[in-house]
């Protein structure tokens, strides 16, 4: 699945540990998410969607 | 009063287990094939179960600890699987070749080729993320 993950994030000058301590998760899970290794579980998806102000939609793209 | 502890640290001590576990699965099947003496294969054993131990706390697991927990435990499954099924066609070609009956050790073999199979289905599962 295609994310902005990567975009996002460097729109706000965070690295993968920053973002990652945001989203309580590892920054292995974070970089794993941005390169389209691991797609989030949905609760992480909304959490993901909410710290940056957006839908899922917004973030995520499964129509690749 | 317990101190928390980031989901960094605990992601950190988690892959560290992981790789002390894998060394320690390794040095123990060595160990048992070559017939170390046994407080070699005891050190195996010991640093093998304080990794598991570490490895079976859920909550040093963020979710893509456990994709790769899965895709460890599918890995040491498959195996288990292979050594049950195999056992027979094993038992049969040896017992054809040597002229003997033969009997794979497969409670003997079971636990620690499983093991193996779990780092290394852990192991695998992160450096293909990491390409």
């Known amino acids: ?64 | 009063m317990a101190l928390p502890i980031s989901t960094e640290r605990k992601t950190d001590l988690y892959l560290a287990a992981s790789w002390i576990g894998a060394a320690a699965s390794v040095l123990h099947i060595i160990a048992l094939a070559l017939d170390w003496p046994d407080f070699v294969k005891g050190l195996g054993i010991g640093i093998l179960l304080v990794a598991l131990v570490t490895l079976l706390l859920r909550k040093l697991r963020d979710e893509y600890i456990e994709r790769l927990w899965a895709a460890g435990t599918s890995a040491a499954f498959a195996v288990v699987v292979i050594l049950f099924l195999a056992k027979p066609f094993v038992d049969g070609a040896f017992g054809f070749l040597t002229g003997a009956p033969y009997a794979l050790d497969v409670a003997g073999m079971t636990a620690p080729l499983a093991l193996l199979a779990f780092f290394a289905g852990f192991h695998g599962a992160r450096l293909r993320d990491a390409r």
């Open chain 1, 1 to 64: 699945m295609n994310n902005r993950l990567k975009v996002l994030r460097a729109e706000r000058n965070w690295s993968q540990a920053e973002l990652a301590l945001r989203l309580d998760v590892s920054r292995q899970a974070v970089n794993a998410i941005e390169t389209g290794k691991h797609d989030p579980s949905l609760p992480l998806a909304f959490r993901i969607a909410r710290l940056f102000d957006l839908t899922i939609e917004d973030v995520f793209d499964d129509r690749a």
